[in-house]
């Protein structure tokens, strides 16, 4: 049996269209139209939850889920506002998406707090490896610390988390967009330039411009293989400077 998604949503027609959309990627889905019938759903790897139900606020639901249950809880809502996302994440939610969304958006979502929960239904994947090793470049998870040809490097939380996500697929071009969502659990893009200060910090703390490549108008890959000039380009506007500390 594959990961079973819990959907809570009343809207048929927005509930068929994301059962379709998640059984294509393989998921299993348990739809209820309810509040109170989410309630009693607590056997799931994942809920995803309208916040606007007709017999319940999903807030509510959102907390009493929470508090009887591990499984993680996306928020689903049509509410733009900060304030109401904000207290959707109080409540209890692992993360939020915002109607309308896309199915991209709401799969990349979903693949994040699955990772983050532990709740990966692939018994291959497992957990991964304690310490990851490309090149000259070690990163023990356990220790949570980085060293460059056996020489330790003092790195944020942050640094650590995204050098991590790039050593995870070395070479593969991740896009400031899946770093945002994977380091930072945001979707704004107005937080790219995040991404590129860290990135940039990241190489001068290394000491290796190259350790990461720059594909412009798409993201950042970690190319061992790449030249000495291979991480940084003209015009590369990663570099680090005084929002360097961004968390």
């Not at 393989?26 to 759903?41: I, K, M, N, S």
């Not at 460059?148 to 790195?155: N, R």
Request: aromatic share 4%.
């Amino acid at each position: 049996m594959g990961t079973k998604v819990v959907l809570v949503e009343d809207d048929q027609r927005v509930a068929s269209a994301v059962i379709d959309a998640l059984s294509a990627l393989d998921y299993d889905v348990e739809h209820h139209a309810t509040g109170h019938d989410a309630l009693r759903a607590t056997d799931g790897d994942l809920m995803l939850l309208d916040l606007g139900l007709p017999d319940m606020d999903g807030l509510e639901v959102c907390r009493a889920v929470a508090a009887r249950s591990t499984m993680p809880i996306i928020a689903v809502t049509a509410r733009g506002a900060v304030d109401q996302r904000v207290d959707g994440l109080r409540a209890g939610a692992d993360d939020y998406v915002v109607k309308p969304f896309s199915v991209a958006e709401l799969e990349a979502r979903i693949e994040a707090v699955l990772r983050r929960s532990g709740r990966v239904d692939d018994p291959a994947a497992g957990p991964g490896p304690a310490t990851v090793t490309v090149g000259d470049l070690t990163i023990d998870h356990d220790g949570h610390q980085v060293s460059v040809d056996g020489e330790a490097i003092s790195l944020t939380p942050k640094e650590f988390a995204l050098l991590a996500v790039l050593a995870s697929r070395p070479s593969h071009v991740f896009t400031r967009a899946e770093l945002l969502l994977e380091v930072w659990h945001s979707t704004w893009e107005g937080r790219s330039r995040t991404v590129d200060v860290h990135v940039g910090s990241l190489r001068n703390k290394t000491g290796r411009g190259e350790l990461i490549r720059t594909v412009h108008g798409v993201g950042y890959a970690l190319d061992v293989e790449s030249g000495p000039d291979g991480g940084t380009e003209p015009g590369d506007d990663a570099r680090a400077g005084p929002e360097a500390t961004a968390s």
